[in-house]
DNA sequence: CAGCTGACAGATTTCAAACTTTGTCAGCTG
DNA sequence: CAGCTGACAAAGTTTGAAATCTGTCAGCTG
């Protein structure tokens, strides 16, 4: 349909969000991107071994816009306690944000992500070093006091898993997430603060 | 099939319970339970007023089951900290056991449990209220510090969902997910632990 | 007459044939 | 001659007609 300058992976990958969002993951074909950009599904294999690495390079692009706003250098005011809930919070509100207002683009979302495991594990990774950033900071200043700041930030991040991982999502609806996920926080927090 | 003595409801979910495992939950139908006690499929809803009732039913039999034998009182040696430990992998130990050494009947039992939303509700309410009376015996000996003991269960609960929640099966095949929990324990632990 | 049966309507599931999609590659084209 | 096309085989999905299932109830039976 579009005209066509050069295909590149990032024409593709517009082509195949795009294509995501409007046809969902079960309808969604390599044929369907192909013909938004004007050319045989053919020229989509010289860029894309196949479909599913084709999915995974979208579900990665979404993930690595979801982890950016989220880096730590961001917000370094106040405590290292009021940081990790702010985090926790920013993260809790951007993927509940869409489950709410948008339900269908989050469950293709979930697919997606769900299916790309290696993608997955590095989006783990990164989000587990955010933490572990912030969690160094406080053992810097003394607020908190734990060996490895590494394995802590993994910890908080499995131990918040009910308010991120798309799994869970139907519990949302539930008002009293943010009441819960506040209650987590403060177990953790005093876990982590420093033995006097 | 069988001669039949009374059908009691005792004895429908029995063989739902049996047709379950052998059919799985997408095959099994009341016709097949009725054929297993050698009565119409009648005689089932005399009992039952739906088949998802059955299903309920029989979820909250495996459940109940389930929650027996991690009862508090069962285990009240040493500190409440190592207490709550061996409460959370002994819950842990059930579910990855099931889930590792029958998978078929731990897909049924998951699917079965997906939708039986208010039978988990109180399973769910049962085992916060057994970790809220070890949280609350650590309060009596001073060993734990929080103002709500049953908030804190709740919370202790939600922070331990990925190695107990059948949503995160997946990843139980990971072999560090025995320490992972220990070190969310750990967090957990040390944030009920009294400031001194 | 309490409890079960079996025929029934409407909803849901199955199954196989028709169609679509994936991934490849020989050859065309600018 | 780099990059694209389109025909193709194998795999997977759709479709709709037939079969099965759910839930009800009038009437049978011990």
New binding site residues.
């Given amino acids: 349909m579009t005209p066509a300058a050069?295909?590149t992976e990032e024409r593709i990958l517009d082509a195949a969000e795009d294509v995501l969002r409007r046809f969902g993951p079960?309808?969604a074909?390599?044929?369907?991107v192909a013909k938004a950009l004007g050319?045989?599904?053919?020229?989509v294999?010289?860029h894309f071994?196949?479909?599913?690495a084709l999915r995974d390079a979208v579900a990665r692009r979404w993930l690595d816009r979801l982890a950016g706003p989220l880096d730590p250098a961001r917000d370094t005011e106040g405590p290292a306690a009021e940081r990790l809930l702010r985090w926790l919070e920013r993260l809790a509100a951007i993927k509940q944000g869409m489950a709410l207002s948008d339900p269908e683009l989050f469950a293709t979302f979930s697919q997606l992500t769900a299916e790309a495991r290696e993608v997955v594990d590095a989006h783990v990774a990164r989000l587990a070093a955010q933490l572990t950033e912030i969690i160094a900071d406080g053992v810097g200043t003394g607020e908190f006091a734990v060996e490895d700041p590494s394995t802590a930030g993994l910890a908080v991040l499995h131990a918040t898993a009910r308010f991120h991982h798309p799994l869970h999502a139907a519990e949302w609806a539930d008002p009293a997430i943010g009441s819960e996920l506040r209650e987590v926080w403060r177990l953790l927090a005093q876990g982590l603060a420093a033995r006097p």
């Fill in positions: 050069v295909l079960a309808k074909t390599v044929v369907d050319v045989s599904h053919g020229s294999y010289r071994p196949t479909k599913v």
